[in-house]
Every structure is written in structure tokens, then in C-alpha cells.
């Protein structure tokens, strides 16, 4: 997951905290709610020094609720449990800002008024 999970490791060892629950528990949370979101977390959590899973987990569901997004449940599937590891690698969206890189947008249709204050 890059430098920041490298030096966000390297801190809670040296706070001492027991590894495997934390790391166990900050790799559900990319399971859940992907690389993007918990490096996000791992990066504001070490501005802080605030080390461990649960600051991890609360950072983003602060930011989730701040931004209005839905809390996702935990994903259980009781008939197949094997099926809750399986894990898909995160796409880069900049494909989609290099598609429409240069082009004008879209037009409104008339009579309609742009976002923003009112002049």
C-alpha cells in the first residue's frame, strides 16, 4: 500500500500496540472500503501520530459522514463464507479525466440556470 502504510506500520510498533489485530483489522477496512479511502485515513491518522485500527476506522467514517456517503455494512455471505475474501484490485479513475481531457462541456439545456449564487 506504499510509504505512508509503511510509516503508519513502523509507528504503531513503535507505540507497541499488538500487530496482528491491527493489521488484520486495517486490511478489513480496505476490504470494505478500499485502498483510496484507508490510505486517506493512514495519511491523516500519521499527521496526528494516532496509531491503530479503530483510529483508522474512525477517520473514515468521520469523512464518510462529512461527505454524506452511506455506511457500507460489512459484506457476509452465509452459504459460501470463503466468497467474503475474495478481493478486487481498485482501477485507476484518471482514464476517464484523459478522455475528456480538452474538451468543452457539455452544453445546458436552454433556459436553464447554473449552479451557484445568484448575482
Known amino acids: 500500500m506504499g510509504e505512508p502504510a509503511k510509516a503508519y506500520l513502523h509507528g504503531m510498533l513503535a507505540a507497541e500496540l499488538h500487530l496482528p489485530y491491527h493489521v488484520a483489522k486495517i486490511m478489513n477496512l480496505v476490504a470494505r472500503f478500499g485502498k483510496t479511502e484507508v490510505l486517506g485515513a ?4 500519521l499527521a ?10 474512525n477517520i ?3 469523512c464518510r459522514a462529512r461527505r454524506g456517503a452511506p455506511e457500507l ?7 459460501r463464507p470463503e466468497w467474503t475474501d475474495i478481493t478486487i484490485d481498485e482501477q485507476n479513475l484518471d482514464l476517464y479525466d484523459e478522455l475528456f481531457e480538452g474538451q468543452a462541456p457539455p452544453e445546458r ?3 436553464s440556470q447554473p449552479e451557484g449564487p445568484e448575482s
Not at 42 to 45: H, S, T
Open 42 to 45: 493512514i495519511e491523516r491518522a
Open 109 to 111: 439545456p436552454t433556459g
Open 48 to 57: 496526528f501520530k494516532a496509531f491503530g485500527g479503530p483510529y483508522i476506522q
Open 60 to 62: 473514515i467514517f468521520q
Open 73 to 79: 455494512p460489512p459484506l457476509e455471505i452465509a452459504s
